[in-house]
T-cell receptor
Framework: AQSVTQLGSHVSVSEGALVLLRCNYS??????LFWYVQYPNQGLQLLLK??????LVKGINGFEAEFKKSETSFHLTKPSAHMSDAAEYFC?????????????FGSGTRLSIRP | GAVVSQHPSWVICKSGTSVKIECRSL??????MFWYRQFPKQSLMLMAT?????????EQGVEKDKFLINHASLTLSTLTVTSAHPEDSSFYIC?????????????FGPGTRLTVL
């Protein structure tokens, strides 16, 4: 069964500092991978997705993630944090090739930004 | 494009009543919609997968008679919480998968906050 593990339920960085949110996946085949952001009392917004086209994926708001098969990781990074980046971030996995496949979410990481 | 709406955005009801939540794909057709439940400070838990014109597939542990799902058209799915109790209070989020869309991508609604008194 597929799963994702997000290391660190809460990450706090200073404004302007590097953001690194960790995600490791478990899948028998290379899956589709996603990062979503959720602001309080709102739905989820897609930041970026990995679909096997390129291992380094660039998303919205300056975020990017690198797919590393050898490490089964898909960590999310942003060079310089902004106050508006404070939110909950979810890594998610889905099975390639299944037309009605579910998306399985990680437990989430709350990102706080210190002034 | 790919906008999903939910109505209502929040609802308060008395214990024992039923509540219906609508999920609409506004600018695309969705053969498959998903319903999630999210408790405070927790992740999204898939409740059921809804396919247009057929019965929903419920995840293990989700009571299908309590959480009635109807997907009558390619743009609308509804979740009815029957005989709601305080433990049903939660944030309910729907998502829609683009018909024929790639990568299993789902587009999420803004969520509905249900509070049962």
């Amino acid at each position: 069964a597929q799963s994702v593990t997000q290391l660190g339920s809460h990450v706090s960085v200073s404004e302007g500092a590097l953001v690194l949110l960790r995600c490791n996946y478990s899948s028998s085949v290379p899956p589709y991978l996603f990062w979503y952001v959720q602001y309080p009392n709102q739905g989820l917004q897609l930041l970026l997705k990995y679909t096997s086209a390129a291992t380094l994926v660039k998303g919205i708001n300056g975020f990017e993630a690198e797919f590393k098969k050898s490490e089964t990781s898909f960590h999310l990074t942003k060079p310089s944090a902004h106050m508006s980046d404070a939110a909950e971030y979810f890594c998610a996995v889905s099975e390639v090739g299944s037309s009605a496949s579910k998306i399985i979410f990680g437990s989430g990481t709350r990102l706080s930004i210190r002034p | 494009g790919a906008v999903v709406s939910q109505h209502p955005s929040w609802v308060i009801c008395k214990s024992g009543t039923s509540v219906k939540i609508e999920c609409r794909s506004l600018d695309f057709q969705a053969t498959t919609m998903f319903w999630y439940r999210q408790f405070p400070k927790q992740s999204l838990m898939l409740m059921a997968t809804s396919n247009e014109g057929s019965k929903a597939t419920y995840e293990q542990g989700v009571e299908k008679d309590k959480f009635l799902i109807n997907h009558a058209s390619l743009t609308l799915s509804t979740l009815t919480v029957t005989s709601a109790h305080p433990e049903d209070s939660s944030f309910y989020i729907c998502s829609a998968r683009l018909a024929g869309g790639p990568f299993n991508e789902q587009f999420f609604g803004p969520g509905t906050r249900l509070t049962v008194l």
